[in-house]
C-alpha cells in the first residue's frame, strides 16, 4: 500500500450522527501538516439526516449558527485503503472534532467513555452483528418506482439457507475482499430471516476499533453494492411485511492485566459480580437511553409484534427473545449481547451507551431482577419493565436524564434531542414511503 510520503491524495473523514462518513480529499504533499494540524470542517455535519435535510441543532444551525469551521484532529492510527481507489489515493484518516463540536462529535463520545471505563481499571471488548437488506435496484430504479414495488436480491426468506449463500457467493466474495484492506475483522456472514436479507459480523476487538470497523463496514457495503447497480439498505423495517433489522452488540470487560472481568466460576452461570451489576446498570438506564439505540422514526417500526425485537428490558441466559442475551460457555468468550439497537443506529453512540450503562451498574453495584426464562415474547414470562412505546417517549426520557447528562455530557443531550425531536416532526403524518426515500439508501 501507498505511504504517507507517496500518498497522491488521502480522505479525511469524520463520522456524522447518523454513522455517515463525511469528509474530503486532501493533498499528499499537506498530509504531514494536517495530520500534525488538523483541518476545518463545520459542525453542521452533525446536524444532517441522510440526503441532507438540516436538522435543528441549538447553536449550530438555529438563529446564532454561522456556518463555521471547527478543527479536526486526524487520528494517525486510524489509517486504512479504500480498496476501490487507486492506490496512490486510497489512503482514509479517521477524525474527530475538537473544541464546542467535540462534545456532539460520535467518535469524541465514545472516547470520553472509554476514558472513564480506563479510570475504573476495564477495558471494554465489542463484536457487532450488523443486519442488513440487499436490494437489485440501482438509485435510478428506486426513483422510476417511487420507492415502491422493489426487488430483493432473493426472493424468499432463507435464514443461513447455504443455496442463497452459494448463488450470492459473487457478493459475499466482494465484501471479504473490501474489508481486508479496510482493516475489518469479518468474522462471519450468512443469510438472514427474508428475502436478500443478511448479516455481517465483526469479530470482538478494542471498543473504540471494533466500532471504527462496524462504521467502515455499513459505508462501504452500501458503497459495493452502488458500484454493481444495487442497493443496501439499514432501515429498521424498510416494509411491514419485512423482518425487522438490528445491530446486535457483544460486550465484555476484561481488567487492566487482560484478565476477564465476567467469569466467576462459583457463581449461578458463571456471571461474577461484575457482570451481574454491569447488567443491573443496563437494565436500570437502558430506558433513559433507548433513543441512542432507536433514532429514528423508521426505528420505530422494528418494535412491531412478531419481528424479532424485544418488546422489554429483559435479560436471560441464552435467550434470543430477550433484550439482553448472556451468552458463552468459557472465560473468555462470556459477554452480553445488547439486542435493542436497530440497524440504523450510529455504532459509536451504541457502544458507549452500552459500556456507560453497564459501567454505571458496576460503579453502584446495581443487582438485575429476575431472569427471564422461556419465550420473553409471551405474555407474563417477560420479566422486565416494557419497552417504551414511541420516538416522542425515547426523546422526552432521553432530555430528562440525569445519567445521560452525567456520561455523554450536557450538550450532547441538547443536540441529539434537538435533532431527533426535528426529525419526528418531519415525518407527522407521512407514511412508510417517505421514510423510504429519505432513509433507504444512505440511512
Given at each position: 500500500?501507498?505511504?504517507?510520503?507517496?500518498?497522491r491524495?488521502?480522505?479525511?473523514?469524520?463520522v456524522?450522527?447518523?454513522?455517515?462518513l463525511?469528509?474530503?480529499k486532501?493533498?499528499g504533499?499537506d498530509?504531514?501538516g494536517i495530520?500534525?494540524?488538523?483541518?476545518?470542517?463545520?459542525?453542521?455535519?452533525l446536524a444532517?439526516?441522510?440526503?441532507?435535510?438540516?436538522?435543528?441543532?441549538?447553536g449550530?444551525?438555529?438563529?446564532?449558527?454561522?456556518?463555521?469551521?471547527?478543527q479536526?484532529?486526524?487520528?494517525?492510527?486510524?489509517?486504512?485503503?479504500?480498496?476501490?481507489?487507486?492506490?496512490?489515493?486510497?489512503?482514509?484518516?479517521?477524525?474527530?472534532?475538537?473544541?464546542?463540536?467535540?462534545?456532539?462529535?460520535?467518535?469524541?463520545?465514545?472516547?470520553?467513555?472509554?476514558?472513564?471505563?480506563?479510570?475504573?481499571?476495564?477495558?471494554?471488548?465489542?463484536?457487532?452483528?450488523?443486519?442488513?437488506?440487499?436490494?437489485?435496484?440501482?438509485?435510478?430504479?428506486?426513483r422510476?418506482?417511487g420507492?415502491d414495488?422493489?426487488?430483493?436480491?432473493?426472493?424468499?426468506?432463507?435464514?443461513?439457507?447455504?443455496?442463497?449463500?452459494?448463488?450470492?457467493?459473487?457478493?459475499?466474495?466482494?465484501?471479504?475482499?473490501?474489508?481486508?484492506?479496510?482493516?475489518?475483522?469479518?468474522?462471519?456472514?450468512?443469510?438472514e430471516?427474508?428475502?436478500?436479507?443478511?448479516?455481517?459480523?465483526?469479530?470482538?476487538?478494542?471498543?473504540?476499533p471494533?466500532?471504527?470497523?462496524?462504521v467502515?463496514?455499513?459505508?462501504?457495503l452500501?458503497?459495493?453494492?452502488?458500484?454493481?447497480?444495487?442497493?443496501?439498505?439499514?432501515?429498521?423495517?424498510?416494509?411491514?411485511?419485512?423482518?425487522?433489522?438490528?445491530?446486535?452488540?457483544?460486550?465484555?470487560?476484561?481488567?487492566?492485566?487482560?484478565?476477564?472481568?465476567?467469569?466467576?466460576?462459583?457463581?449461578?452461570?458463571?456471571?461474577?459480580?461484575?457482570?451481574?451489576?454491569?447488567?443491573?446498570?443496563?437494565?436500570r438506564?437502558?430506558?433513559?437511553?433507548?433513543?441512542?439505540?432507536?433514532?429514528?422514526?423508521?426505528?420505530?417500526?422494528?418494535?412491531?409484534?412478531?419481528?424479532?425485537?424485544?418488546?422489554?428490558?429483559?435479560?436471560?441466559?441464552?435467550?434470543?427473545?430477550?433484550c439482553?442475551?448472556v451468552?458463552?460457555?468459557?472465560?473468555?468468550?462470556?459477554r452480553?449481547?445488547?439486542?435493542?439497537?436497530c440497524?440504523?443506529?450510529?455504532?459509536?453512540?451504541?457502544?458507549?451507551?452500552?459500556?456507560?450503562?453497564?459501567?454505571?451498574?458496576?460503579?453502584?453495584?446495581?443487582?438485575?431482577?429476575e431472569?427471564?426464562?422461556?419465550?420473553?415474547?409471551?405474555?407474563?414470562?417477560?420479566?422486565?419493565?416494557?419497552?417504551?412505546?414511541?420516538m416522542?417517549?425515547?426523546?422526552?426520557?432521553?432530555?430528562?436524564?440525569?445519567?445521560?447528562?452525567?456520561?455523554?455530557?450536557?450538550?450532547?443531550?441538547?443536540?441529539?434531542?434537538?435533532?431527533?425531536?426535528?426529525q419526528?416532526?418531519?415525518?407527522?403524518?407521512?407514511?412508510?414511503?417517505?421514510?423510504?426515500r429519505?432513509?433507504?439508501?444512505?440511512?
Amino acid at each position: 500500500m501507498t505511504t504517507q510520503r507517496e500518498a497522491r491524495f488521502a480522505t479525511v473523514a469524520i463520522v456524522d450522527t447518523n454513522g455517515l462518513l463525511r469528509g474530503q480529499k486532501v493533498a499528499g504533499e499537506d498530509l504531514a501538516g494536517i495530520l500534525e494540524h488538523g483541518m476545518g470542517m463545520s459542525p453542521v455535519q452533525l446536524a444532517l439526516d441522510p440526503t441532507d435535510e438540516i436538522m435543528h441543532m441549538p447553536g449550530v444551525t438555529d438563529d446564532e449558527g454561522d456556518f463555521h469551521d471547527s478543527q479536526l484532529r486526524v487520528d494517525p492510527d486510524s489509517l486504512r485503503h479504500i480498496p476501490f481507489e487507486v492506490d496512490s489515493d486510497s489512503a482514509l484518516y479517521l477524525a474527530q472534532f475538537t473544541g464546542d463540536a467535540a462534545e456532539f462529535c460520535p467518535r469524541t463520545v465514545l472516547r470520553r467513555v472509554l476514558a472513564r471505563a480506563t479510570e475504573m481499571g476495564f477495558a471494554p471488548k465489542l463484536g457487532f452483528e450488523l443486519e442488513f437488506t440487499l436490494f437489485d435496484e440501482s438509485a435510478e430504479s428506486l426513483r422510476t418506482k417511487g420507492f415502491d414495488g422493489l426487488t430483493t436480491a432473493t426472493a424468499l426468506p432463507s435464514h443461513d439457507l447455504i443455496i442463497y449463500q452459494v448463488a450470492q457467493s459473487d457478493f459475499y466474495t466482494a465484501v471479504a475482499d473490501m474489508c481486508g484492506p479496510l482493516g475489518i475483522r469479518l468474522g462471519k456472514m450468512h443469510e438472514e430471516i427474508g428475502g436478500g436479507f443478511m448479516e455481517a459480523c465483526i469479530n470482538a476487538n478494542g471498543a473504540l476499533p471494533a466500532a471504527d470497523q462496524a462504521v467502515l463496514l455499513k459505508n462501504f457495503l452500501r458503497v459495493l453494492a452502488m458500484k454493481q447497480g444495487r442497493t443496501v439498505c439499514f432501515m429498521p423495517r424498510w416494509s411491514e411485511q419485512a423482518d425487522s433489522q438490528s445491530t446486535h452488540l457483544h460486550v465484555s470487560l476484561l481488567g487492566t492485566d487482560g484478565s476477564p472481568c465476567f467469569w466467576d466460576a462459583d457463581q449461578p452461570h458463571n456471571m461474577s459480580e461484575t457482570f451481574r451489576h454491569f447488567i443491573g446498570g443496563l437494565q436500570r438506564y437502558l430506558p433513559d437511553i433507548t433513543l441512542l439505540f432507536a433514532p429514528t422514526v423508521n426505528s420505530w417500526r422494528r418494535f412491531a409484534e412478531g419481528t424479532f425485537a424485544p418488546p422489554a428490558y429483559t435479560w436471560g441466559i441464552e435467550n434470543r427473545t430477550t433484550c439482553l442475551r448472556v451468552v458463552g460457555g468459557s472465560a473468555r468468550s462470556l459477554r452480553v449481547e445488547n439486542r435493542l439497537p436497530c440497524s440504523d443506529s450510529n455504532p459509536y453512540l451504541a457502544a458507549a451507551a452500552t459500556i456507560a450503562a453497564g459501567l454505571a451498574g458496576i460503579a453502584d453495584k446495581i443487582e438485575p431482577g429476575e431472569a427471564t426464562v422461556g419465550n420473553g415474547y409471551v405474555p407474563g414470562h417477560s420479566k422486565g419493565a416494557p419497552l417504551l412505546r414511541n420516538m416522542h417517549e425515547a426523546i422526552e426520557a432521553f432530555s430528562a436524564s440525569d445519567f445521560a447528562r452525567a456520561w455523554f455530557g450536557p450538550r450532547f443531550v441538547e443536540t441529539f434531542t434537538s435533532t431527533r425531536r426535528a426529525q419526528r416532526a418531519q415525518f407527522e403524518g407521512k407514511d412508510l414511503i417517505a421514510e423510504r426515500r429519505r432513509f433507504f439508501e444512505l440511512g
